[in-house]
């Protein structure tokens, strides 16, 4: 829902009420504002089906919003947001919940005074945990208390995500020549032997293909393929 309880495809950018405000400045249209209004499904602070996409134009991170809320009881109270590499349809994912978002008194970014009124203005920040996606998703969960819910604006802070691809090539030939031919073998299994009465032991190769062997120290056996 938007423009007051429209549904998205009626719902023009030129209303008052119209999502597509809230990424305006607030020098432009500073009266208008996202409302989800009477008919939208919100009691006793819940809200149902009401959300916003944003079109990232590009693979970003997002690391903090700049948020200005609507008055109470109708601004937002909990929100959760998901990030979709496909459409701004979905697929969704990485969802992150804010609560106690403030819509009254001063925000940790100070006011903003509207037509209406004053209202906080909010950084929220997921800190770390940064959403990455081409189309970030804002679900708002909670109200103040009421049957309407919205906002003002909201500014999204990140960085552009490069995304590249390493190619490499390669092909495999199947050969009969003996690739362990030239190469050291070695061997942790014990053996002894007894030479003109004097017993004798170490590690020595087992298992040998033909070719050399002998010692390469007094602890293991050695053998070239």
């Not at 079109?55 to 909990?78: E, H, Q, S, W």
Request: aromatic content about 16%; overall charge neutral.
């Amino acid at each position: 829902f938007g423009c007051d309880s429209s549904f998205g495809a009626s719902c023009l950018n030129s209303h008052s009420y119209s999502p597509y405000v809230v990424s305006l400045s607030l020098v432009e249209r500073t009266s208008d504002r996202l409302w989800m209004g009477w008919s939208t499904p919100c009691t006793s602070y819940m809200c149902q089906n009401t959300w916003i996409v944003f079109d990232l134009k590009g693979t970003f991170a997002v690391r903090r919003m700049d948020f200005i809320n609507y008055n109470c009881p109708y601004g937002v109270r909990k929100a959760t947001f998901s990030v979709s590499n496909g459409t701004q349809r979905g697929p969704w994912s990485n969802h992150r919940s804010l609560v106690d978002i403030p819509c009254s008194g001063t925000g940790n970014l100070g006011t903003y005074a509207h037509f209406g009124g004053t209202v906080p203005r909010t950084e929220l920040s997921f800190g770390d945990r940064v959403l990455v996606g081409k189309y970030l998703k804002m679900k708002m969960d909670e109200n103040h208390g009421t049957s309407g819910v919205g906002f003002y604006r909201m500014y999204l802070f990140g960085y552009e995500v490069e995304v590249t691809f390493e190619w490499e090539e390669f092909s495999c030939t199947y050969t009969n020549e003996n690739l362990a031919r030239g190469k050291v073998a070695y061997s942790n299994s014990w053996y002894n032997w007894e030479l003109a009465g004097e017993y004798y032991g170490g590690r020595g190769p087992q298992n040998a293909v033909d070719g050399s062997t002998g010692w390469g120290s007094p602890n293991y056996g050695w053998m070239t393929a």
